[in-house]
Nanobody
Framework: HVQLVESGGGSVQPGGSLRLSCAAY????????MGWFRQAPGKEREGVAY?????????SHEDSVVDRFTISVDNAENTLYLQMNSLKPEDTAVYYC????????????????WGQGTQVTVST
């Protein structure tokens, strides 16, 4: 079992930045692929960025956040990050971290574990 604890959400003006953190506890050996998802009110949960430990920490980002968001991991601290810059109102959502052992499943929102979510609000 892996416990995921997220932090770093909040309210920010358009153009601002936030850094989300996701600390993993207990059996982190099963956290080989990691990702960030978000869910806006009335919309389905969508993937934002992924990191694949199997492939030397290869990262990928969805088109809507490329060049603005960056996923990274501190393996020593068992912590996943999402640096979010140039935030837009359409980035407003609850953000979730997720981990698993299959990138295929992760990218289809079928991880082994989810975090509890952290609210990000971008508005004037």
């Amino acid at each position: 079992h892996v416990q995921l604890v997220e932090s770093g959400g909040g309210s920010v003006q358009p153009g601002g930045s936030l850094r989300l953190s996701c600390a993993a506890y207990e059996d982190t050996r099963s956290a080989k692929v990691m990702g960030w998802f978000r869910q806006a009110p009335g919309k389905e949960r969508e993937g934002v960025a992924y990191l694949n430990i199997y492939a030397s920490n290869t990262v990928s980002h969805e088109d809507s956040v490329v060049d603005r968001f960056t996923i990274s991991v501190d393996n020593a601290e068992n912590t996943l990050y999402l640096q979010m810059n140039s935030l837009k109102p359409e980035d407003t959502a609850v953000y979730y971290c997720a981990v698993g052992t299959s990138l295929y499943d992760l990218q289809r929102a079928r991880p082994k574990y989810w975090g509890q979510g952290t609210q990000v609000t971008v508005s004037t």
